[in-house]
């Protein structure tokens, strides 16, 4: 990554005009004033979409566009934003932008890669949009230093002082503008220079607080709105991260009584908690460690069901003792609850982690270890589910910019002591984690520069559709009713835990997001949780 906007063209596409406006006296003026001239500009070239970006022969065509890189200098530098587009295969509604969510997920694929899961009225009624944020491959990187791919929900960001120094330069002032306002911005300067009076959107999960900041900003220009898997507006961002950790928890735990239900076909215990030992003996053979105790706390450190991996060992037999040691103690601490993965702690662990997410997985999940139970060697279906939600590197520096630059829960160092006491004493280690994130450890040398955007819906013509599953493990339940109220919107819910559920095989769900996008009814206000799907 240069120092610079990245301004060349990319794979063959040919730039559209810059995104121009008046200078930031008044913020309507400002808005108003973009928007003129994004609207007057050349409508955007599409053809081929960049290597590896999209699934190919899906019918999606790409484009790239100019924005600014500071919207309060709308004349200044520019950076590109790379657009997907599948045009409706029958006549038109209007189009549907979407977002995957992270903060960090790439969208351009998002329509291409679900053709067949989604209903196919969509694709037939209407033309379906993605931008990929700003930040990520194809849409200027930001580049802060990280070198492995990990899933941005998985929490293992960390975000230290070089880091955050280290993107500051690429290009000069970008790390600062990557919010989740200013993606917002960049969604309606493309769907001015597409020429669309008005769009509808579907976000799931951190993609519902980005179209609800959208619906607050450009309520006139929203048709209507689906928000899949809710992050709660009064939690942005540490409490939303540090209340998951109890969430996947509580997953987890259904996931275990799940496999029990079906040692017949399993043969990993008949109990969850005999699944969850054997869960326990095949992650700290991988390396796992510390992240196997998630059972209530024992009674002491040595009724830990395995022994502490260095330097917590060193925690709990010596505590903390002089203000130089505690720091490095409190970075260790820092750097084994916040990773993940089977880079760090082997594949079982990771594939857990995906399983968290959607029921769908559960069977692949313990398919795949009762392989591992049977030969510890047998490894490769649970690294194949461990590296399918692996994104490019950019989505950490993407998900620790937004989620430093706007965070507006304020630090609770004397936490930190908690979350030691938690793992001295063989406390769950989910808990642990939660009195890191709300400790402000992981954003205290990247300071928030914006506030969050107050969430509103006053000027929406159609209250959006908003859906949220009772055990969701990423986006816990309140999370639902809280934006609802925020947007004036319709809340379903659904049972289950999925995390999305738009699109899970589920026809109660899926009918009604294709009814309202139709005619911006919403008909039911509860639904089953999906079927799972044959097994393989």
């Known amino acids: ?165 280290g993107c500051a330069d690429s290009p000069p002032g970008y790390r600062d503008t990557v919010t989740t306002e200013n993606t917002a911005r960049d969604m309606d300067a493309v769907r001015a220079a597409l020429g669309l009076r008005r769009v509808n959107f579907l976000g799931v999960s951190y993609g519902t607080y980005l179209g609800a900041v959208y619906a607050t900003m450009f309520g006139a220009r929203v048709d209507r709105m689906v928000l899949d898997s809710n992050v709660n507006p009064d939690w942005v961002w540490t409490e939303e991260f540090a209340v998951q950790q109890v969430a996947i928890k509580r997953r987890l735990d259904d996931l275990f009584a799940w496999i029990a239900e079906n040692d017949a076909e399993y043969r990993l215990g008949g109990t969850a908690l005999q699944v969850y030992r054997n869960w326990v003996r095949l992650v700290t053979a ?47 601490l820092v750097r084994i609850l916040h990773s993940s993965g089977a880079a760090t702690q082997g594949p079982l662990l990771g594939a857990t982690v995906v399983a968290a997410y959607a029921r769908a997985f559960w069977p692949r999940f313990a398919s795949a270890m009762a392989d591992v139970d049977a030969d510890p060697a047998n490894v490769g279906r649970l690294q194949a589910m461990d590296r399918a939600v692996d994104p490019d590197a950019t989505a950490r520096s993407v998900f620790s910019a937004i989620t430093c630059n706007e965070n507006a829960v304020a630090p609770r160092p004397e936490l930190v002591s908690d979350a030691l006491a938690t793992i001295a004493s063989g406390g769950n280690v989910m808990d642990a984690r939660a009195d890191i994130v709300r400790s402000g450890k992981l954003c205290e040398s990247w300071p928030p520069v914006a506030r969050p955007v107050p969430i509103s819906g006053a000027d ?51 009918d009604a997001v294709v009814t309202y996008l139709r005619t911006g009814r919403v008909e039911i206000t509860h639904a089953a949780e999906a079927p799972l799907p044959p097994r393989p």
């Open 460 to 510: 929406l013509d159609t209250p959006p559709l908003l859906l949220q599953s009772r055990y969701d493990p990423m986006t816990e339940y309140r999370g639902g009713p809280a934006l609802a109220r925020a947007v004036d919107g319709s809340l379903v819910t659904v049972e289950g835990g999925d995390h999305g559920v738009f699109g899970r095989g589920n026809p109660a769900v899926d």
């Open 286 to 332: 991988q390396g796992g460690g510390v992240y196997a105790n998630l059972t209530p706390p024992p009674a002491s450190a040595a009724d830990l069901p395995v022994a502490l991996p260095e330097p917590l060992a060193e925690i709990a037999r010596d505590g903390l003792s002089g203000a130089s040691e505690q720091a490095n103690r409190v970075e260790n």
């Open 1 to 165: 990554m240069t120092s610079r906007p990245h301004n060349g063209s990319t794979c063959g596409f040919r730039r559209v005009s810059r995104v121009a406006g008046a200078a930031v006296a008044v913020w309507a003026i400002v808005l108003s004033s973009i928007s003129a001239s994004a609207e007057a500009a050349p409508r955007p070239d599409f053809g081929a979409c960049p290597d590896g970006a999209v699934t190919p022969d899906r019918g999606a065509a790409c484009a790239v566009l100019e924005v600014p890189l500071d919207y309060a200098e709308p004349g200044g530098p520019t950076i590109e934003l790379t657009v997907s587009r599948i045009a409706a295969t029958g006549v038109s509604r209007g189009a549907i932008f979407a977002n995957p969510g992270g903060p960090g997920g790439d969208a351009l694929n998002f329509w291409a890669e679900r053709v067949g899961v989604l209903p196919d009225a969509l694709y037939r009624e209407f033309d379906l949009v993605a931008v990929q944020p700003r930040g990520l491959r194809w849409s200027t990187p930001l580049d802060c230093g990280e070198t492995k791919a990990t899933d941005p929900q998985r929490l293992s960001f960390t975000m230290r002082e070089d880091k955050a120094h």
